[in-house]
Nanobody
Framework: QVQLVESGGGLVQPGGSLSLSCTAS???????IGWYRQAPGKQRELVAT???????DYAASVRGRFTIDGDISESMVFLQMSSLRSEDTAVYYC???????????WGKGTLVTVSS
């Protein structure tokens, strides 16, 4: 079992910035690690992920505004969010797919609210 602990999130004004971080309870097991989000009344969607091989994927809606970074060996991932919009308001979930086993784990989520 792998636990994911998220931190960051909160209330920010439109145009502002916010950072999220996530650490897994075990190191050295990342196949893919990253962030998804779920807005009220919507399905959970990809925000950004980074793979063991260094491949980075961004949702089109956040490309150029969000930056993902991570320490794969330590099973840590960070998300720097800039130029935030009201439509970025959601619960952000840390995600990991374990190397080789492909088991998936989710964090409990952290709320990001973009509002004036």
């Amino acid at each position: 079992q792998v636990q994911l602990v998220e931190s960051g999130g909160g209330l920010v004004q439109p145009g502002g910035s916010l950072s999220l971080s996530c650490t897994a309870s075990k190191s050295g097991l990342v196949g893919t690690i990253g962030w998804y989000r779920q807005a009220p009344g919507k399905q959970r969607e990809l925000v950004a992920t980074i793979s063991r091989g260094g491949t980075i994927d961004y949702a089109a809606s956040v490309r150029g505004r969000f930056t993902i970074d991570g320490d794969i060996s330590e099973s840590m991932v960070f998300l720097q969010m800039s130029s935030l919009r009201s439509e970025d308001t959601a619960v952000y979930y840390c995600y990991i797919r374990v190397f080789i086993s492909n088991k998936e784990y989710w964090g409990k989520g952290t709320l990001v609210t973009v509002s004036s």
